[in-house]
């Protein structure tokens, strides 16, 4: 009986689903839930932080492209390294963070990331509010 009665209240539950709308319009939510556009000064902020990372990008891309014999696959090689896992080491004696970077699949990546990586560590940059300059390394070395 109980077996049959949670089946039945199964169904129902099914049926009172098919009937309830999949999408909502915001003006039917109510004020509290509704989605606000960004401020203005936010879009702003944002923008220019995406402007930045996009010039951050553009420079990286063409040190790469020295080395490179197709100039065109400069972006896709600093995509994958984007996605590579790294490993972060802080040395607070030397001050000093260094971002292990793991090697690629091919020994000719690995040698354009490697002078990639020694063009950054000439500018001797400082990772912000911590004092530590950062070095980027290449493998386990």
């Known amino acids: ?3 049959e009665a949670l089946q039945a209240n199964i169904c129902q539950l099914k049926a009172q689903r098919k009937i309830t709308p999949r999408h909502i319009k915001i ?3 109510p004020e509290s839930e509704r989605f ?3 401020a203005n000064l936010s879009k702003h902020f944002l923008d220019t932080i995406k402007i930045i990372a996009y010039r951050a990008e553009s420079a990286m891309v063409n040190i790469v492209r020295e080395f490179l014999p197709k100039p065109d696959q400069a972006r896709a090689i600093l995509r994958a390294l984007y996605a590579t896992e790294a490993d972060l ?4 004696l030397n001050k000093t963070l ?3 970077l ?8 690995d040698e354009i990331i490697a002078k990639l990586c020694e063009e950054i560590n000439a500018t001797k940059t400082f990772f912000p509010r911590s004092g530590l300059r950062l070095i980027f390394k290449l493998g386990s070395s």
């Open 36 to 38: 606000h556009k960004l």
């Open 89 to 92: 080491l802080p040395d607070y």
């Open 98 to 100: 260094t971002v292990r």
């Open 102 to 109: 793991h090697h690629s699949a091919r020994v000719h990546t």
């Open 1 to 3: 009986e109980q077996i």
């Open 27 to 29: 003006q039917d939510l």
